[in-house]
């Protein structure tokens, strides 16, 4: 667990003014209050059931900002598909990920900022995503679990995206090749990707060409698509500020986009890094009960990160309607997402070049805490028990004497969150309409999905979901996506609602 220790910052003008201010401190990796930081979290991703998903970032500097953009699977993270986009001042890049073929998720974008390295125009097949080995991330020596159906290409249809800072440069020397030009190109894309393929350019030289580490540029958003069924939820990435301090001047976070084999085998120079864990401040959160400022004891790393994201319950609305001839109105359901960003620092056991816990990364944790299970080889899951309460808009709450549980339930304990991304769906047992389309457990295997069984009494309502080892709260991001559909087929709509949280 992220241990931390509080302190008061007061503002001497606000004193003299008569008041006190309360502040999350220059230099300290921090949730943006002002939705401008150095790393997004995008938490959820899909192209089951017919969803796209679209990807929005924006550069608000006036510099050339260079980003690494990463895709993870949602079972233990694996790192299924990144790259590099190098934006230009006041830059805006979008992409899409769409169903491919053979049920593969495909990249695919019609914008010309420079990329590296480049996408083509008919996209890039997470297919042709391969290690040293020629295997996925998850298979042969990467291989994280013996359950078959996790070992196919199934697997990387659903996940989180991270998106890193990397260094950025007034508009001179290589990085002046990102600038658009009067054509709406970028000048020169290909010596960019020269350079961070170390051709001609040693990691040094890559360094100094983008010096500096003090801005928080980036804005992220993303959109879930179903243009099948006329849905269309979007929402904002969470946002992470402060998250590296130059130590000295031309300190940064750039890196090659090779395999470690290629930069002689200095991991960190390699296109693994950088990561969450690549921060390198203490976390701070300001509580939103008015009270102190509260500061990890961590100085950076993966703890730091958890700290700012830690949280002991999750809270947000859901509904479960079917519209009839009786009933009238809307056709009304709801999913949940709970994404873990960092857990596969502690839970991922694996030391390899595609592991959480890869020899050589910087800033990982001691240890699992504060998660309870290793990412298990036999189950494919690593399980952290919760309860929840109902309440419908009427304040009222099931008269049951416990908890119900997910069905089927995920663990034999039952209630728990087993997977780096878990979808909710609300609904009676069989009949949960599981909006993202991600499939829900059956005896066989375990996928991303549960349900969970709402009173057939209630319609719609909000629910508290509780992290129940109470030593150990979660860092978890997410949202609900909630879905209307008019049953005469006129019209239907889709939104997102961003997760509320507690803090311990």
Known sequence: MAKFKMKKLALALGVVAGGMGLVPAAQAVNLATDGLGQSLIFPYYTTRAGWNTLFNITNTSDEVVAIKVRFHEGFNSRDVFDFNVILSPHDVWNGTLSNGVGDVPTFSTLDTTCTVPAIPSGG?????????????????????????????????????????????????????????????????????????ALQGTSIAQLRAAFPNYNLNPLKGAFSLVNA?????????????????????????LITAQLPPSFVGGVYTDSFHEPELSSANTAGEVLRATGGPVSTSTATGGADAVSFVLQRSSVIN??????????????????????????????????????????????GLPAGLSPFTNAFALTSGQSCDTVRFTFYDREEQTPASSGNPVFSPAPTPQG????????????????????????????????????????????????MQLNFTNTASWLPTVGFAVINRTDPVGTLNESYTVDNAYIRP
Not at 152 to 157: C, E, G, Y
Not at 341 to 360: I, L, N, V
């Open 124 to 196: 890039v097949s997470f297919n042709d995503v391969v290690n040293t080995n020629g295997l996925l991330a998850y298979t042969g020596t990467a291989r994280d679990t013996t359950v078959v159906n996790l070992q196919t290409t199934d697997r990387m249809r659903e996940g989180y995206v991270t998106v890193i800072m990397m260094g950025s440069s007034p508009p001179v020397g290589l990085a002046f090749g990102a600038v658009h030009t009067t054509a709406r190109v970028p000048g020169n894309c290909a010596a960019l990707r020269n350079a961070f």
């Open 228 to 252: 099948a069924n006329g849905w269309n939820a979007s929402g904002s990435a969470t946002t992470l500020a402060n998250f590296y301090v130059p130590a000295v001047a031309g300190d940064n």
């Open 317 to 362: 609305q859901w509904a479960n309607r079917v519209a009839s001839a009786a009933t009238g109105g809307w056709s009304v359901a709801s999913d949940w997402v709970v994404t873990f960003p960092t857990k596969r620092f502690y839970a991922d056991t694996a030391t390899h070049e595609w592991a959480g816990r890869a020899t050589g990364r910087a």
């Open 415 to 462: 209630d728990a969150l087993c997977e780096e991304v878990n979808v909710l769906s609300f609904g009676a047992t069989g009949t949960a309409t599981n909006v993202l389309g991600s499939p829900l457990p059956t005896p066989a295997e375990r996928r991303l999905a549960a349900n969970v069984p709402t009173p057939t009494s209630y319609e719609n309502g909000w």
